[in-house]
């Protein structure tokens, strides 16, 4: 059964770094990509980069120079981590697997305020 | 980036009647190994998106055939017939064909 479930802390300082975990189930980091999208409150969706099942990379342009995500195969996790964070990116943020686009997490809400 | 038009912004809808979205991206979604990708969510409030129609016009498993996507190139259509209770929420469509992937700003389905 495929899963994937985010996970990090519900509130981040400004200027402080964001780091969150997808942990999935049911495929193989090394055959499907990963992808997070985020959403502001009451706003659209986002796309933020993709991690490839070869473990390539590539980012939304406007987040590139903030935004890194990796991955730990053997422990099926991925990691997106985002530096110098603002109000603006209060969010909630998804991980999704790609391909059909089917999966995605429950999403984690993040709040950005001090 | 490919900009995702999508209209209209909110719709509402009396039970039993249909509702139809736009959504029209500023180039072509035809990829070079032939499909297109284009597909339709539905977010309800507190949830995530699901899975309505992908490649254009292909129903999700599970999904009610009340649903339809159409459409080809740059312009993108999604009905919904009959509306019913439950299909209240917000309808992105998102093109997964040119990186950056890009969503539509969304249509907010009201029942009336």
């Known amino acids: 059964q495929v899963q994937l479930k985010e996970s990090g802390p519900g509130l981040v300082q400004p200027s402080q770094t964001l780091s969150l975990t997808c942990t999935v189930a049911g495929f193989s980091l090394t055959s499907y990509n990963v992808h997070w999208v985020r959403q502001p409150p009451g706003k659209g969706l986002e796309w933020m980069g993709v991690?490839?099942?070869?473990?390539?990379?590539r980012y939304n342009s406007a987040l590139k120079s903030r935004l890194s995500i990796s991955k730990d195969t053997s422990k099926s996790q991925v990691f997106l981590k985002m530096n110098s964070l603002q109000t603006e990116d209060t969010a909630t943020y998804y991980c999704a697997r790609g391909n059909t686009w089917r999966y995605w997490g429950q999403g984690v809400m993040v709040t950005v305020s001090s | 980036d490919v900009v995702m038009t999508q209209t209209p912004v909110s719709l509402s809808v009396s039970l039993g009647n249909q509702a139809s979205i736009s959504c029209r991206s500023s180039q072509s979604l035809l990829h070079s190994d032939g499909n297109t990708y284009l597909s339709w969510y539905l977010q309800k409030p507190g949830q995530s998106p699901q899975l309505l129609i992908y490649l254009a016009s292909n129903r999700f498993s599970g999904v009610s055939n009340r649903f339809s996507g159409s459409g080809s190139g740059t312009d993108f259509t999604l009905k919904i017939s009959r509306v019913e209770p439950e299909d209240l929420g917000v309808y992105y469509c998102f093109q997964h064909t040119h990186l950056p992937f890009t969503f539509g700003s969304g249509t907010k389905l009201e029942i009336k």
């Open positions: 991690i490839w099942n070869t473990g390539g990379t």
